[in-house]
C-alpha cells in the first residue's frame, strides 16, 4: 500500500511564551520541524503534506529545501480541521495516511514503522499510536473493548468523566488511516465538545460504529510521544535528542 504523511504544523505555541510558530523553535540548533520532516522521509511516502497556519510563510520558506507541500488552515478549528484541509491534495491518492504532530520530534522511525505493519496486518481502518504514563493528565485517553483490545474511542482531557480519567493509556496525536475513510468520516464530524472544535479523534468513534477495525500500538518508550508545550519541555526533548545522538 502507498503511504502519504500530513505534518500538523499549524500551531502558534503561545506558551512558548513567542510569536514564533512552535514547530520553528529549535532543538540542539535545528526546528523542530526538521526533525519530524527527516522521520516522515524516512518512510518513503508518496506524499508528504505540512498543515500550515500561524505565520504560514514563515513555515514554508523554514522548509522549502524538503520535498514537502503545504496547505493551509485558517481559521484554525482544531485537529479534524487541520487534516481536512489536505483532502483536496490527496484527492486521488489510494492508501494510508500517516499523521505526525510537527512539535513532536522523538517518536522514532522503527515505532512508526512497526505501527503502520500493526494497521496493515489487522487490516484496521484506523489506528493511533499509543503510551501508558505515570500521569497522563492533559492527554486524550484511549478507551479499549474487552473483547478483543481493539479501541473503542478516545476522549479528549476536557471531555472525559472522572472513570475515564484515571486511564493511563494516553493518546500520542500520532495515527495511521485508510485514506478513503479517514475524509469520509471527517464529513460526519462535529463541533459539539468542549472546545468546539473538530476533533481528529471522533473519527475513531465513527469508524466504530461503522464496524469498522481500530486498532492501537502502544509503545514501550513513553519518551517518543512528548510533545513541546513549554520551553521547559523543549530543553526535556533537547536533552532526549543529545542522548540519542551519543
Not at 499523521?99 to 513532536?104: E, P, V, W
Not at 483490545?149 to 479528549?156: A, H, K, Q
Not at 485514506?179 to 464529513?187: Q, R
Not at 514501550?220 to 533537547?238: F, S
Request: proline share 4%; glycine share 6%.
Amino acid at each position: 500500500m502507498a503511504l502519504a504523511v500530513i505534518i500538523m504544523a499549524a500551531g502558534k505555541g503561545t506558551r512558548m511564551k513567542s510569536d514564533l510558530p512552535k514547530v520553528l523553535h529549535q532543538a540542539n540548533c535545528r526546528p523542530l520541524i526538521e526533525y519530524v520532516i527527516d522521520t516522515a522521509l524516512a518512510l518513503d511516502p508518496v506524499r508528504t503534506i505540512l498543515v500550515v497556519g500561524h505565520q504560514a510563510e514563515l513555515v514554508r520558506k523554514a522548509t522549502g529545501s524538503f520535498p514537502v507541500s503545504s496547505v493551509l488552515q485558517e481559521p484554525q478549528l482544531g485537529t479534524g480541521h487541520a487534516v481536512m484541509q489536505a483532502e483536496e491534495a490527496l484527492r486521488d491518492f489510494q492508501g494510508e495516511v500517516l499523521i505526525l504532530s510537527g512539535d513532536a520530534p522523538l517518536v522514532r522511525i522503527e515505532t512508526l514503522r512497526e505501527l503502520v505493519t500493526l494497521h496493515r496486518n489487522r487490516h484496521a481502518a484506523a489506528t493511533v499510536l499509543t503510551a501508558e504514563l505515570p500521569d497522563p493528565s492533559g492527554y486524550g485517553r484511549i478507551i479499549r473493548r474487552q473483547d478483543n483490545g481493539n479501541v473503542l474511542r478516545i476522549v479528549e482531557h476536557k471531555d472525559a468523566s472522572e472513570e475515564e480519567l484515571k486511564l493511563k493509556e494516553i493518546n500520542s496525536g500520532v495515527y495511521v488511516f485508510d485514506a478513503a475513510t479517514l475524509f469520509k468520516s471527517l464529513g460526519q464530524v462535529n463541533t459539539n465538545n468542549a472546545q468546539n472544535e473538530y476533533y481528529l479523534t471522533d473519527v475513531f468513534g465513527i469508524c466504530f460504529r461503522s464496524g469498522l477495525t481500530v486498532c492501537a500500538y502502544r509503545t514501550g518508550n513513553p519518551e517518543e510521544i512528548l510533545g513541546i508545550n513549554t520551553p521547559e519541555q523543549l530543553k526535556e526533548v533537547e536533552h532526549e535528542l543529545l542522548r540519542r545522538q551519543k
